[in-house]
């Protein structure tokens, strides 16, 4: 991937929030693949717990990259080299996520060992390749987003998100972006926020992430 304009080692506020959201993808991925191979055999409620957030990732995952293909890259492909191996890397993605849906329905079923096995394989792939697109896409195509999307075509994509995020879950998003985030960033993400959702997130909100990871990460829960 070569871009026309080599500058952009400053760091913007929208590739720090994007990279903010990226870690999202990055941590959740990561841990499907070890969270699914330590299931016990036959362990149904835990298999259909695991493949319930497998789904919500999933859909998370698809809004997110279906949002910049709609929003952003509009404004940055003029500015951008794409050759062929990085594009057929990119459409790898899309087929990744279908191949573990196909092996997560098959071991939700039963929870076979077998099953399991080949499941978080595929899982710990499509981890390494996720984070290799997303180290390149934060490389490379984020400094053009600082340069050419605009700060109406930047929010404009956060309301999209908002607005495809079910409500019962905007508390879960947020701490799912605020978790591995540094102090500053934490501050600087909440105070871009209303004060009814900063107010919601001290009073509700922290609470409700802490229960949600601690339900599905069990003893890998940090938070």
């Known amino acids: 991937m070569n871009t026309n304009n080599p500058s952009g080692t400053t ?3 929208y590739t720090r929030e994007m990279a903010m959201i990226h870690q999202v993808f990055r941590r959740e991925s990561r841990l499907l693949a070890e969270l699914v191979q330590e299931v016990r055999p036959a362990d149904t409620a835990r298999s259909r717990m695991l493949a319930e957030h497998w789904r919500l990732y999933s859909v998370g995952l698809h809004t997110h990259h279906t949002g910049e293909d709609e929003m952003l890259w509009p404004a940055v492909l003029p500015h951008l080299d794409l050759d062929a191996e990085q594009v057929l890397a990119m459409e790898a993605q899309h087929h990744a996520l279908a191949e573990v849906q196909q092996l ?22 499509h981890h390494r390749q996720l984070c290799a697109h997303l180290d390149e896409e934060e490389r490379q195509v984020m400094p053009l987003v600082a340069l050419h999307v605009t700060e109406e075509q930047w929010h404009a994509l956060g309301e999209r998100g908002l607005a495809e995020t079910p409500r019962n879950r905007l508390m879960i998003a947020l701490g799912a972006i605020l978790e591995d985030s540094s102090p500053e960033e934490r501050q600087e993400f909440l105070g871009r926020l209303p004060l009814p959702a900063r107010v919601l997130w001290k009073l509700v909100g922290r609470r409700q992430y802490r229960r949600e990871t601690g339900r599905i990460r069990g003893r890998h829960t940090t938070v």
């Open 11 to 13: 760091v913007h506020p």
């Open 104 to 125: 997560m329905d098959r071991w939700e079923a039963q929870a076979r060992t077998e099953d399991r096995d080949e499941l978080a394989e595929v899982l710990r792939t």
